[in-house]
Structures are given as structure tokens and as C-alpha cells.
């Protein structure tokens, strides 16, 4: 069963005569290839085997608090992208080729990405034609369906992977300003929370300052960070933290990485070997390469995505700064183009404002009203 239909109740959206029909026919013969394009990077792997998912991580706050988080997060996205679609549908009475060509343009507006897009209007343009549409309304939650079920990751391993006993690593890529730091501070604060032993490692020692907000962070905390001086090499600093991480028994380590340095080839030349070094500490490590993007950077944030992934394998994304932002759409195209789980959502600048990726509270942020 699809995302929306999970969300909205079975096929309640689509009122055209015929159309389940030719839909379901649709779906089944498609059924084995999406499943197989779409079969997660980390299935199967000897990692899976070896590193048992925490039953307990969740958020600070209670799921009522947090539906309502992101609902009020995606209230700017849910306002543009709503506009964007009524007036696109007001537009036209039937459906000809310059409605599809809109509704191409209008879902690029939408941030959902190019691909998507075309993917989208191509696949309702079959849809169409099969059942004989003739009004724009008969349309409009079959797009919405469309698009929501491009949200689903029931494929990918949305769960941070954390081990049940021992030392589990987490750590954290991004360009500047992103938010790792941020992130980091609202992540340990759950782990703490949830009576874990967690250490911080300040592995950004190329901006002045950048150890000492880390710093700052853990002490809201009560944690501890292993440093070293600004300009030091950060090579070092996550070699040490490594050393303290298993000799004192800690259960979580998460490693702080500059956003810049030099210039770009030097950024990801250093992260390669903070790499190697936190494998020749513990072959299995990391547990989790998280990678932080803004929500607000639109489809530059993809771009991003496909760079770090050429230098270290991701295995979860965190999108942050989805408040105040209306580019919430961001979402599908991250799915869709990359098949990287979104693991973890930033929806403000508070300890307690992170929250899992969660379709379900998502899908009804950014449809609310639309369906
Ligand atoms: N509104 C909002 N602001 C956020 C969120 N996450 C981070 N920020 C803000 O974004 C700014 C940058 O965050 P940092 O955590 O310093 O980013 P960084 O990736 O560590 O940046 P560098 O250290 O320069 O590489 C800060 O002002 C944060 O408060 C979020 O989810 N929502
Ligand atoms: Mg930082």
C-alpha cells in the first residue's frame, strides 16, 4: 500500500471512473522493478548483521508535541505550494497538453526537482489519456497521490543504527552552516536523555570558534568534548576521541566536522582520513555518516548530496532548518534522486527541536488542506 493511501484511506482520492482499475494493473506490473530500484544500499550488508537498531531513539518530546512541530514547520511550504497549486488548477478547465506542461513548471516551482517533475506530468499524461479526463478537478489528488507517495521510504532504514552494547560512532559531513554543530547538540542531549554515556569530538578546528560552540552545546548537557587547539589537525583530535570513546566505555561518540576549509578538494581529502582513522579505531565505525543539509539551500542541497557521497558513503541525511523555510518540497527530490533516508529533521534552533523523519506527520504538514 502506497504512502497516501496509508495516510488518506485506500484510493480515496482518485474519483475517476475506471481509474482503479487501471491503476492497480499499472501498479502490479510495475511492482518488481520499483522494488528492486529502490532496495536500500545497507540491506544485507555484513554492517546489518553486526549492529543492532536501538529500540529507544526518539525525540525529547512527545508525539503530540512534535506533529504539531511539524505542522507549524511546514506551514510556509504547505501556504506557497497550496497557492502555487490552486492557482495552477484554476487556470485551466481541460486537460490539453499546456496543463501538463504547467503542472511540469509548477512542481519544479515547488522545489520537488526536474526529474520529478517530468516523471510526474509524463506518468499523469498516460493516466489521463487511459481514463479520458476532461476536467483539471478529476486531476487533483491523483497529482497530490503522485506526490506523496514519492515520500515513502518504507525501502531505506530510516532508524539511526545504534548498537545495543558497546560503542556506536556517528559522524556528521556538511558544508558550512548547514547546522552539524546544532545538530549535534540536540542529538547528544536526547542520547544523555535516554541515559546513554555520550562523547563529543570537535573535529572542525579550522574555524576560530567552531570548538568552542561545540563545547558550549555538550555543557547544556553535562557532556564532555574532546579538542584540540584552532588550526590543530582534526585527524588527530578524532584519534584521541576514539582512544577515550573505548577506554572509558562510552556508548555514543559523534564527531563534529568542519564546513570549509581551504577550498573544496581539501574538505573532502580530510574527511577521507577522518575515515580512516576512526576505521583503524574500530573497523565497523562509523555507525552512521550523517550528512546535514539546509532545506533552505532548495535543490543546491542535492548537489551537496551527490558531492559528499563521492568521498564517503552516507547513510542518512539530517534536513534541517525546515522552519522557515518554503522549500519543504526539497523532501521528495532528496528521496527520489538520491535514495538516501532522511533520518533526522531540524524544526528550529532549540536543544529540542529535532525530531525523526517522520512521512506520516510530514505528508499531513505539507498536503494540510490540499487533500
Ligand atoms: N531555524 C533553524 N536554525 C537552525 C537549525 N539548525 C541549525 N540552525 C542554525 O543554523 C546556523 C548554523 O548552524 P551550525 O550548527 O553552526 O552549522 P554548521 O554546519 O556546524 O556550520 P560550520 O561549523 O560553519 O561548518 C546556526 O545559527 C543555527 O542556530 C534548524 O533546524 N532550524
Ligand atoms: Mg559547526
Not at 13 to 27: F, N, Q, R, W
Not at 160 to 176: A, P
Not at 205 to 210: E, K, M, Q
Not at 303 to 327: C, H, M, N, Y
Amino acid at each position: 500500500m502506497g504512502l497516501f493511501d496509508r495516510i488518506f484511506g485506500k484510493k480515496k482520492g482518485v474519483e475517476l471512473e475506471g481509474l482503479d482499475k487501471t491503476l492497480a494493473k499499472d501498479e502490479d506490473v510495475k511492482q518488481s522493478p520499483t522494488e528492486k530500484e529502490s532496495e536500500p544500499v545497507q540491506k544485507g550488508t555484513n554492517f546489518e548483521e553486526k549492529v543492532e537498531i536501538s529500540e529507544n531513539v526518539n525525540s525529547l518530546l512527545s508525539e503530540e508535541i512534535i506533529e504539531k512541530k511539524y505542522e507549524k514547520t511546514l506551514e510556509k511550504t504547505n501556504k506557497s505550494f497550496g497557492a502555487r497549486f490552486n492557482a495552477f488548477l484554476a487556470n485551466f478547465r481541460s486537460v490539453d497538453e499546456a496543463f501538463f506542461e504547467d503542472l511540469e513548471e509548477t512542481l519544479i516551482m515547488s522545489d520537488v526537482g526536474a526529474d520529478l517533475a517530468m516523471k510526474i506530468s509524463e506518468e499523469l499524461r498516460q493516466e489521463a489519456r487511459l481514463v479520458n479526463a476532461k476536467n483539471t478537478d478529476q486531476l487533483r489528488n491523483l497529482i497530490i497521490e503522485k506526490l506523496v507517495d514519492t515520500i515513502d521510504q518504507e525501502n531505506l532504514v530510516k532508524e539511526l543504527k545504534l548498537k545495543k552494547v558497546g560503542l556506536s560512532v556517528i559522524l556528521f559531513v556538511g558544508v558550512n552552516g548547514a547546522g552539524k554543530t546544532t545538530t549535534i547538540g540536540k542529538l547528544s542531549a536526547r542520547f544523555k536523555a535516554q541515559g546513554k554515556k555520550v562523547l563529543l569530538a570537535a573535529g572542525d578546528t579550522f574555524r576560530a570558534g567552531a570548538t568552542n560552540q561545540l563545547v558550549e552545546w555538550a555543557k547544556r548537557s553535562g557532556l564532555e568534548t574532546v579538542t584540540g587547539r584552532d588550526g590543530g589537525d582534526p585527524a588527530s583530535v578524532v584519534f584521541d576521541a576514539m582512544q577515550r570513546a573505548k577506554n572509558e566505555g562510552f556508548d555514543v561518540l559523534l564527531i563534529d566536522t568542519a564546513g570549509r576549509l581551504q577550498n573544496k578538494d581539501n574538505l573532502m581529502a580530510e574527511l577521507a582520513k577522518i575515515r580512516k582513522i576512526i576505521q583503524r579505531e574500530l573497523p565497523e565505525a562509523p555507525h552512521e555518516t550523517l550528512l546535514v543539509l539546509d532545506a533552505s539551500t532548495g535543490q543546491n542541497a542535492v548537489s551537496q548530496a551527490r558531492e559528499f557521497s563521492k568521498v564517503t558513503p552516507i547513510s542518512g541525511i539530517v534536513l534541517t532548518k525546515l522552519d522557515g523555510s518554503a522549500k519543504g518540497g526539497i523532501v521528495l527530490s532528496i528521496i527520489q534522486s538520491l535514495k538516501i533516508p532522511i533520518k533526522l529533521v531540524g524544526l528550529g534552533e532549540k536543544i529540542d527541536d529535532l525530531a525523526d523523519f517522520d512521512e506520516e506527520f510530514f505528508v499531513r504538514g505539507l498536503f494540510k488542506g490540499l487533500v
